[in-house]
């Protein structure tokens, strides 16, 4: 059965390139494209409802959070995986609280936008975007001293080679909160895997 994919942003070229990602990672996808809300809205309401919806967080019409919601409550079977420039942790972490399936950020490899859609749309809750690169770069000491009690007790578990799943467990936390705090960790150490992470973690 050929499933319905709803590519939102108003910008064209990204909406494009996003567009060929998913025609990559899914040939056998429908795709439809819409520039702003009122055409999600009237594309959504065309037939089944789409399998997935791919929004841009600054999309004309999408005013605010609340609006977030909303989508999610009118299309209660899709998969909706918000896209952004934003690397804020509080932003995304509102975010994901308002139901969506995931978030990935613009700025991150074509390949890896596209493993990261095909996992939100098999059932991950998944938080996925490049640091911005804007922090300092201090020695390891200092990095590991700026860090919050919760990044410190992340990245030790990290060190253990502990599952997002098993930290989520240990710090009674949901696991797409993990994944933010994951994602912060990485961006306040300037690294860019969790490997990394764990060996400055180690190496003081």
């Known amino acids: 059965m050929t499933c319905r994919i709803i590519v939102a942003d108003d910008h064209p070229l990204f909406r494009e390139a996003m567009a ?19 055409q999600v809205l009237e594309l959504a309401s065309q037939g089944e409802a789409p399998d997935t919806l ?9 005013t605010g959070i609340g609006r977030l919601v909303d ?3 009118q299309l209660r079977s899709t998969t909706l995986i918000v896209v952004s420039m934003v690397d804020e942790p509080s932003l995304i972490e509102l975010v994901m609280a ?3 399936d995931g978030f990935i950020g613009k700025s991150i490899a074509p ?5 990261a859609i095909l996992a939100i749309r098999e059932g991950e ?21 700026h860090l919050t009690h919760r990044q410190h007790e992340v990245l030790r578990l990290i060190a253990q080679g502990k599952t997002n799943k098993e930290i989520a467990r240990a710090l009674d936390i ?7 705090h994951v994602s912060s960790l990485l961006k306040a150490l300037n690294v860019t895997s969790r490997t990394a992470a764990a060996v400055k973690y180690t190496g003081t």
């Open 20 to 38: 060929r990602t998913v025609q990559r990672v899914l040939p056998d996808a429908l795709l439809e494209e819409a520039g702003d809300l009122q």
């Open 54 to 62: 791919i929004l841009d967080l600054r999309f004309p019409g999408l």
């Open 71 to 73: 989508l999610r409550q």
């Open 98 to 100: 308002s139901g969506v």
């Open 111 to 115: 390949d890896e936008i596209g493993a």
């Open 125 to 145: 809750l998944l938080v996925k975007y490049a640091p911005s690169g804007l922090l300092p770069n201090l020695g390891s000491d200092a990095e590991l001293e």
């Open 174 to 180: 949901s696991p797409f909160t993990v994944r933010i």
